[in-house]
């Protein structure tokens, strides 16, 4: 992957739409879904709980909430989300979102999990 293509230009949380819509500097849009970011938290605490509900997939937990309060970005490599239930850990790598872009030109069988 270039340079381009895992440097944004624009980040937007478009809270309307329930979306964070990163443009990159190759010009590419990816749209995510704040809730599917929520579920795919990249802290070792969440990665951590979504081990154990695959392991356990009847365990029932609530939904964290996908709401977002703010964001800042780390360094020139990531994102941090922090969610208005006060969770602020995970620091998304623009590599990582870039490789889970849902659009159907990026991941055609929908996104990985973040890496």
């Known amino acids: 992957m270039t340079n381009l293509q895992t440097?944004?230009?624009d980040i937007a949380i478009e809270r309307a739409t329930g979306t964070l819509k990163i443009t990159w500097a190759d010009q590419h849009v990816s749209l995510f879904a704040l809730r599917w970011l929520r579920a795919h938290c990249p802290c070792a605490t969440c990665r951590e709980e979504q081990r154990v509900a695959r392991e356990d997939p009847l365990s029932l937990r609530p939904m964290p909430s996908a709401e977002i309060a703010g964001a800042e970005l780390v360094g020139n490599?990531?994102?941090?989300?922090?969610?208005?239930?006060?969770?602020?850990?995970?620091?998304?790598?623009?590599?990582?979102?870039?490789?889970?872009?849902?659009?159907k030109e990026c991941n055609p069988k929908g996104p990985p999990p973040l890496l």
């Not at 006060?86 to 623009?94: Q, V």
Request: contains cysteine; hydrophobic residues 30%.
């Open 77 to 103: 490599y990531a994102v941090r989300l922090q969610w208005s239930d006060g969770h602020s850990s995970g620091i998304y790598a623009f590599s990582s979102l870039r490789n889970s872009c849902p659009c």
């Open 7 to 9: 440097r944004p230009i």
